[in-house]
């Protein structure tokens, strides 16, 4: 489990979009998902908005690998902390609204869309309470504490 932590946790440290600002000479750490399709342009910004998904659902297939199920869910909420929280950028982490809804797919689509209605409407805390809700009525408390773990770097940086 402890493996899964770790990947999980590094995996979301990596700063996708600001690597794209790189490559146009813009400073995009800790910069909004907003700035980062001014300073890049639809095209980039939408590449590094997938790439950002990716890497949640991507920590759920290593959390997998190294410790079956439960060891996905660790690692996709590990992967959002890394992605608010980096070791090496303190305070310039994203939200975790992208690596968040790839890890709700990546554990239940419908976990996911329930979570992106919230996210749309800029209220993290309904997005947490619908995917827990979901996750209630699909029948799987582990995904309801999911659903909430990975909704707390969101809640946290939207205050």
Known sequence: MIPALLYGYLLGTLPIAPLFGLLRRKNLFGKSDLEALRALGPLPAAM?????????????????????????????????????????????????????????FGAH????????????????????????????LLGRADLALFALAVHLPPLIKSR
């Not at 199920?69 to 303190?90: C, E, I, K, M, S």
């Not at 305070?91 to 890890?103: D, I, K, V």
């Not at 992106?116 to 209630?136: I, S």
């Open 48 to 104: 590094a908005g997938v790439l950002e998904l990716t890497k949640g659902l991507l920590a759920l297939v290593l959390g997998e690998a190294f410790a079956g199920a439960p060891g996905a869910l660790v690692a996709g909420a590990a992967a959002v902390f890394g992605h608010a929280y980096p070791f090496f950028a303190p305070g310039r982490g994203g939200s975790g609204h992208l690596p968040a809804l790839g890890a709700l």
């Open 109 to 136: 689509p419908a976990l996911a869309l329930s979570a992106l209605v919230g996210f749309l409407l800029k209220r993290e805390a309904l997005a947490a309470l619908a995917a827990a809700a979901t996750g209630l």
